[in-house]
């Protein structure tokens, strides 16, 4: 009696070390849940939103050390993203890449002009209206993102602390790709 006890003890314990383990995994390498603290992303993601990101799309990191896998591809205009906040290294931030380094960027008129030009494509851009705001967000101050660095801002441009206000995303620093929201289940979505 006491063998089949031990033996079914010991079947449960490591069944459960093996679920923790792959769940870990999974959680550093694969995809990761996030919930939203705050209104800055309204209307494409609410407050308490929980949402699924892809971390191997651009290549997931090996906790505590600087290796990074290879990325399927690199983040694009539209993407959101979530990263590591440049403020506050404690803290994950959430917002849409609007520019590439490389690239200049301006908003004039509630509209982002890359290079001088009016962007046209992805839609989740084009048909926003941002404010000027911040130091690299003033009306008629084009600014030029450094190489390996990026230019995010939310999609609630009234109620976003965002680039306009701290500057650059390092590559390094993003995290990865925002999915889908899984909860609540009325606001079950892909997200563009």
Request: net charge positive; charged share 25%.
């Amino acid at each position: 009696m006491k063998e089949t006890t031990k033996a079914i003890l010991r079947e449960w314990v490591e069944s459960i070390i093996i679920a923790v383990v792959l769940a870990l995994f999974i959680r550093t390498f694969f995809i990761q849940a996030f919930r939203i603290p705050s209104g800055s992303m309204r209307n494409t993601l609410m407050e308490g939103d929980k949402i699924m990101v892809n971390k191997l799309l651009f290549g997931p990191k090996i906790p505590f050390t600087n290796f990074t896998f290879p990325s399927i591809r690199e983040p694009r205009r539209g993407d959101i993203v979530v990263f590591v906040y440049p403020q506050d290294r404690k803290k994950d931030f959430i917002k849409r890449i609007i520019a590439r380094g490389g690239e200049t960027v301006e908003i004039s008129k509630g509209n982002i002009l890359i290079n001088g030009e009016p962007i046209k494509y992805p839609p989740e851009v084009t048909k926003r209206y941002y404010y000027n705001r911040g130091f690299y967000g003033q009306e008629g101050k084009a600014i030029r993102v450094p190489m390996g660095n990026y230019f995010v801002l939310g999609d609630n441009s009234d109620s976003s602390r965002d680039s306009r206000y701290w500057g650059f995303v390092p590559r390094e620093d993003i995290i990865g790709r925002a999915m889908f929201i899984w909860w609540p289940p009325w606001r079950m979505q892909i997200l563009k």
